[in-house]
Nanobody, 121 residues
Framework: QVHLVESGGGLVQAGGSLTLSCVASGFTFSRNVMGWFRQAPGKEREFVAAVTWSLIDYDISAKGRFTISRDNAKNAVYLQMNSLKPEDTAVYYC????????????????WGQGTQVTVSS
């Protein structure tokens, strides 16, 4: 059975930092693309970042402020978020599943329950 469990969300002031963690089980983690998505109230879920064994991709909104990384030995993926802005407020989801880098949420078969990130101004 596949499980993805996120942690690390919370309330932070604008300009602050948070690190999200996601631990996965139930699938061959090292072979899959792992991604982070987010969904703000009233908006569609959107791509934030993804990482394979050799590639990293960021949405323009995250580039230069967020860093995605993975530890295959721990079946974990991380999202270091710096210089946070109020518009980063959303529920952040860890996702996995594809073998090829993709930004399309429909390509990800496995999802965590989400962790809330709130950035106050």
């Amino acid at each position: 059975q596949v499980h993805l469990v996120e942690s690390g969300g919370g309330l932070v002031q604008a300009g602050g930092s948070l690190t999200l963690s996601c631990v996965a089980s139930g699938f061959t983690f090292s072979r899959n693309v792992m991604g982070w998505f987010r969904q703000a109230p009233g908006k569609e879920r959107e791509f934030v970042a993804a990482v394979t064994w050799s590639l990293i991709d960021y949405d323009i909104s995250a580039k230069g402020r967020f860093t995605i990384s993975r530890d295959n030995a721990k079946n974990a993926v991380y999202l270091q978020m710096n210089s946070l802005k109020p518009e980063d407020t959303a529920v952040y989801y860890c996702a996995g599943g594809p073998y090829i880098m993709t930004r399309n949420a429909n390509d990800y078969a496995y999802w965590g329950q989400g962790t809330q990130v709130t950035v106050s101004s």
